[in-house]
Each structure stands twice: as C-alpha cells, then as structure tokens.
C-alpha cells in the first residue's frame, strides 16, 4: 500500500479486530496473506520469526498456569505479521504527512515528527544491534537469553542518549511545536481494494458468527 | 603472521569499496574521508562484513580483536569489575590503567563516553590480541589519554595493529599508513617514505615537509625532533 493513510488505518482496524478474537485473528490473517505479500514482508524483516518464537513462548507458559495462552499466542502473532507489514512499507516522510494530514499542523505535525523520530530511532537501534552482536561474539560471549538484557540495555541507553540530544539541539534552533508542511499522498487501485477488503474483514471479525448469519437469512 | 586482501570488493548500496593488499606485523594507519569505508574495511578485515568478491586471507591468526567507535557496544557486565572479567582480565589493573580505581560496582553504562572508552580499550590492551583493529580509538578522549593509548600502541611488540582514524595530532609511530579515496583503498608504504604522498597527512607533517623537514615518524617525540632540527 503506497498510502500511509490507508496502510496506518487499516493495519490499526485489523490489530483491534486480530486482538478482539480467535476468529478476527483467522480472518485478519487471511487478509495478510493475500494482500501484504507475505514472503516479501517475512524476508526484509526478520525479526518477525524470533518474536513470533517469543510469543509462542510466552502463550505456553500461559497455558499452563492459567489458560488462554493458545488464544493469546494466536493473535498475538498476527498482530505482529500486521505490524511487520506496515513496517516495512514505510517510506521516509509519511507518518509526519499522516499526523499533519490527520490533525492539522500544530499537535498533527508535532506527533508526526516523534512518529518520523521514532522509526529513525528504531533503523539505528537496528544497526547498533548489529555491531552489539559483533562485539558480543568477539567478546566470546555466547549468544542466548543472558545477553539480551547487556544489549537491551544498550540499545534502551543509546537510544535515550539521542532523544536527548536531538531535543536539545531542537531546542537550541528555536523548535517550540507545530510547522509548516503540505503532506502529498498516492493512491493506487490496490490501496483501495485492501483498504475496503480490511474494512469487510475487521466488520465481519466483530459481529458474531451466528449473529452474521442470522443477518444474512 | 599477515592478512593479506586479493580483489576485495565491499558494496553496500551505490557506494562500494575496492581492497588490494597486506597487512603484516606493526602498526598501520589507515586514514580516509568521512564515509571513504574506513569502517566497512575494518569490518571486512575482522571478517564481521561479507565481501561481494575477492578474498581475505589469515595467515598465522589466532586471535582477532575489534574496537568499534562507539565503545557502549561492547558492554555486557552489569558494572565494571564483572565487564573486565567479561574480558578475562584481572579488574583491579585495568580499572587503574583506566583510571577508574575504586569504581568496581558502577554501570559501566553510567561512565561517560570518554571514560567508557578509556575501560574498553583498557580491557582490549590488557591481552594480546594477533590481529588488533581499531575505529576511531581516540574518540572521545582528551590529549593526555590520546597520547598515553599512543605510548600503548607503540609499545606493542607483536601482532597486527591497524588504526582507522581521523586524529591529526597525537598518533603512535607507525609503520605502514594506507589511505581510501575514491572508493580504492591505497598503500602508501613505509614510514618516512610514506609521508611525502600522504594525501590526508596532517597540517604539522605536510609543513615539516614542505620546510625539508621530513620525520622520522608520526609520533609527537618524532615531529618535536623534525621541527627542532637544525
């Protein structure tokens, strides 16, 4: 989907309706494989498979203490597909043209521009990943589960340090909120037709199974 | 004990580098525009970036060591004494090396950089490492911690160093210095006969030069000594 507008609400209206029931996931996971090209979406971000493992973690250990956990898992995993797909579908610029088109150029182009911060913050945590796996191995240090709080932890740290800096810097040039910005969108057949495809999918995923097909009779 | 490079080519989108040559036992500077590749290249010689062609070959290399600019990746001990022992190395004289005597329970998150830097490059130099490559190591430190890592860096007596850095004032003796421009990696040769086509060459060596005044080295004792000559 080329639209941020379209992309940003249906993957919102999809989350709630993956969220909402074990049927609502089935039926939002239909609509992933057919309109987000899934193969595409699994290749360019790969951490979408160890977090689906972390889920699947998670909702056993669920299911044993309390239940639920099979129910958890299962809609978890396809809010994270979805949010894999709007991930990678993201082009610089448009969640600061989706927040000033949404809500205008004051608080719109403010929480645009932290939304634009925040996905600059996560390709550099990326990167710093990278180089905190390299030095970790060089360290000898073993991958697993003990490492991952020194990494977390640097990346929490490092990323912090930047909000910091770039806030300060901001501050200095005389940012004191809102901007000028005139947001630009595309939108293609395609977008339309998976927009409305996850309008029907999320509406069918909240009303009842029984009560749908009481309706239709 | 060399790693020698044959037709290495890095690429990472539109920008690529090409890499010719040997490194062999001492000291090498490596130095470059910002963005040339001097990180891609310490990379691909630590054997950490997949090259696209050629080959990078280890001979005599046990042990391979990288110190990257920023020193945070490199933390995994919840405070300084368990981050040295992270290092197999004794606690107490590195964090004196460090200068950081008396602060074994801190997070060695909470150091600032420059102090952060100063324990992982500590740690690095407290063993002796074949192959030893550094990004920047004088980053975020002040003139007398540059110029006591450079009494360190002369000291090594063995193995392979390979300094990638912009730093043009305090540098160790070296023996070999390499430059990337253009997208090449160059060798210059051997000190003193380097300098004179040392494109990056700081202000203070190309002036000495240029007066006929040619060092021995590039340490500050030995462009004191060129520029006191008579």
């Known amino acids: 989907m080329q639209d941020i507008r379209l992309r940003a609400g249906a993957a919102a209206f999809l989350s709630l309706a993956a969220f909402g029931s074990i049927t609502g996931a089935a039926i939002v996971f239909i609509w992933w494989l057919v309109f987000s090209h899934p193969l595409t979406v699994v290749k360019k971000m790969r951490m979408v498979i160890p977090a689906i493992i972390l889920i699947g973690f998670f909702g056993f250990i669920l299911e044993l203490t309390g239940g639920g956990g099979f129910s958890y898992c299962l809609r978890m995993t396809v809010i994270v597909l979805i949010g894999a797909w709007m991930y990678i579908g993201y082009r610089e610029g448009e969640f600061l043209s989706l927040g000033t088109w949404l809500l205008g150029k004051e608080i719109g182009f403010d929480l645009g521009m932290i939304a634009e911060m925040g996905m600059q913050s996560l390709e550099l945590m990326v990167s710093d990943l990278s180089r905190i796996r390299q030095a970790q ?42 901007g000028s910005y005139c947001p630009k969108f595309q939108t293609s057949g395609r977008d339309l037709i998976a927009g409305l495809a996850a309008l029907c999918m999320g509406i069918i995923a909240f009303i009842p199974v029984s009560e749908f097909f009481i309706l239709y009779h | 004990m060399k790693v020698s490079l044959a037709g290495v080519r890095a690429v990472r989108g539109d920008w690529s580098l090409s890499a010719e040559g040997t490194f062999g036992e001492g000291i090498h500077l490596v130095s470059g525009d910002v963005g040339s590749g001097k990180s891609t290249l ?162 203070v060596v190309k002036n000495l030069i240029a007066r006929g005044k040619i060092p021995a080295n590039i340490s500050q004792a030995d462009l004191l000594e060129a520029a006191c000559r008579t």
């Open chain 1, 137 to 178: 191995e060089l360290k000898g240090t073993r991958r697993g589960l003990r490492n991952i709080v020194p990494a977390g932890s640097i990346l929490i740290h490092g990323a912090l340090r930047r909000a910091d800096e770039t806030a300060e810097l901001m501050a200095v040039r005389g940012y004191t909120h809102g």
């Open chain 2, 42 to 203: 310490a990379l691909l010689l630590a054997g950490l970036f997949p090259q696209i062609s050629g080959t990078v070959e280890r001979e005599g290399i046990a042990t391979t060591m990288i110190a990257f600019q920023f020193p945070e990746f490199h933390v995994t001990g919840p405070d300084l004494e368990r981050e040295c022992m992270a290092w197999g190395v004794d606690p107490a004289p590195v964090l004196a090396a460090a200068g950081l005597t008396g602060r074994m329970e801190e997070d060695p998150l909470n150091l600032s950089r420059g102090e952060l830097k100063r324990l992982i490059l500590a740690c690095m130099l407290a063993r002796d490492h074949d192959l030893l490559i550094l990004d920047e190591p004088f980053s975020s430190l002040d003139c007398t911690e540059k110029e006591r890592l450079c009494t360190t860096l002369s000291g090594r007596k063995r193995g392979i160093t390979i300094i990638f850095t912009h730093e043009q004032t305090h540098l160790p003796r070296i023996n070999r210095i390499w430059e990337i421009a253009g997208g090449m990696l160059s060798d210059r040769g051997q000190l003193p006969s380097a300098l004179g086509h040392w494109d990056h060459a700081p202000a």
